[in-house]
């Protein structure tokens, strides 16, 4: 995936060239620290500088991108200490979802999140890291919306900005992406049984192994802070 086939339909032109830019940065096409360039970029998605300049702010505001007096944008590279900062709120955040989301969950809901998760292992399948990745975040939007407090999922949703194109690139690790597929399954049934202890449980032990898959990541590719 390229960022071009992101749907536009009902998007300002900023917000369709905010969320291709999101893709390029998550997809790992836009590295870590890259200073972005304006022409190439608007020449890239079809955009003037005007709308462009205002997605670079938008993504400013996410946490994805930094404006720099003098210095124009670059891509957020995170430390170790943000990724492990941000892990432990996040941590603590989705388990206090799950155990919202028990009391709350339908039948319904029970019924879109298995067919989430059986899109999701049909991606994984495949070796279909883009479409994981994207079914992926929806199931743990969703599970947030169950949970129904719209101050924990704001809250949420800013911390995992900051991490999706970190998140993305430490599912390459095959043995560690097959757990995470593992642990989704052990997710959606403890919810389908209203069991809170065992979802908080799995969803603590969830984000564990994936902070330790980004933190690996991190020393992989030698980043900022990953020495």
Request: hydrophobic letters at 45%; proline letters at 4%; zero cysteines.
């Amino acid at each position: 995936m390229d960022g071009s086939n992101i749907p536009i339909a009902r998007l300002t032109l900023p917000e369709a060239a905010a969320e291709r830019l999101r893709t390029l940065i998550i997809e790992g096409a836009l590295a870590p620290g890259a200073k972005l360039n304006e022409r190439e970029l608007s020449e890239q998605l079809g955009v003037s500088r005007t709308p462009l300049r205002e997605a670079f702010r938008m993504l400013a505001g996410d946490g994805l991108l930094v404006q720099l007096p003098n210095r124009g944008t670059q891509v957020v590279a995170m430390s170790r200490e943000d990724v492990q900062h941000a892990f432990e709120v996040m941590g603590a955040l989705e388990a206090f979802a799950g155990e919202l989301a028990v009391s709350r969950v339908t039948d319904g809901d029970i019924a879109d999140l298995r067919a989430l998760q059986a899109e999701m292992e049909a991606a994984h399948s495949r070796h279909d890291l883009p479409a994981y990745y994207q079914i992926n975040r929806v199931i743990h939007d969703r599970l947030n919306a169950i949970a129904a407090n719209p101050v924990l999922t704001h809250t949420y949703r800013t911390l995992n900005t900051r991490l999706h194109a970190l998140r993305f690139r430490s599912n390459l690790n095959i043995a560690k992406w097959n757990q995470a597929v593992a642990e989704h399954r052990d997710m959606i049934a403890a919810l389908a049984a209203r069991d809170g202890p065992a979802l908080r449980d799995v969803l603590i032990k969830h984000l564990r192994a994936k902070q330790q898959a980004v933190l690996e990541t991190m020393n992989n590719e030698k980043m900022p802070g990953g020495n």
